[in-house]
């Protein structure tokens, strides 16, 4: 799969994984490096556009917050139930408390990797500035997955059985956080009919 897609695909995939969380570039981007010392990605490139790749997605929550304000953004983005809004309440805590730098660290850490545009966007935070951290901070998280990857695919001779396995790894990766998603979406609609129903028995 990611060999068919090539470097601006792998790009496209962190592109979509800053826009749907589901998709852990935790898995992807280390695999692709793997890739990479086999000989079937560019290491340079897979860098470069999966940077470009973050910085574009992250421009989508950055424009919903600067067009609609946090209020109306978390309750759009939690009716879609692709975004807990415990984690786009958590990206509007993490920047009321660390300003412009939160989208810098914030890039580093899951979970709030994808929604630290929102407040930025809804804070109105300097579109260049908004880039800068962001290209800053997804370059050197992409980078070490890709390389981490790259450092095992130095033994490929040895792992070179089991690249078959890739993809199986990747689907299953892809299928167990969107299973994660789902539960956690469920449950948080059972606390708040819970919590919603608790009033109105009173």
Request: with cysteine; net charge positive.
């Amino acid at each position: 799969m990611l060999t068919s897609m090539g470097d601006v695909g792998v790009g496209l995939l962190v592109l979509l994984e800053m826009v749907f969380p589901p998709i852990p570039s935790e898995v992807v981007l280390p695999f692709a490096g793997y890739l990479s010392q086999a000989g079937d990605l560019s290491l340079p490139w897979l860098c470069v556009w999966s940077t470009v790749g973050a910085w574009l997605g992250s421009l989508v929550y950055y424009g919903i917050g600067r067009a609609v304000g946090m209020a109306r953004a978390v309750r759009l983005l939690a009716a879609t139930r692709l975004v807990s809004r415990s984690d786009l309440e958590r990206g509007a805590a993490w920047f009321e408390r660390h300003g412009g730098g939160a989208v810098f660290v914030g890039r580093l850490i899951p979970g709030v990797r994808s929604v630290i545009s929102l407040p930025a966007g809804a804070a109105r935070m300097n579109l260049l500035s908004f880039s800068a951290f962001t290209l800053l901070g997804s370059g050197i998280w992409n980078t070490v997955l890709i390389s981490l990857g790259a450092a095992l695919g130095t033994q490929h001779e040895r792992l070179h059985q089991y690249l078959g396995y890739v993809d199986y790894v990747v689907y299953t990766a892809v299928a167990v956080a969107v299973a994660v998603l789902v539960v956690r979406r469920v449950r948080e609609h059972r606390r708040e009919a819970t919590s919603a129903s608790g009033p109105a028995s009173q």
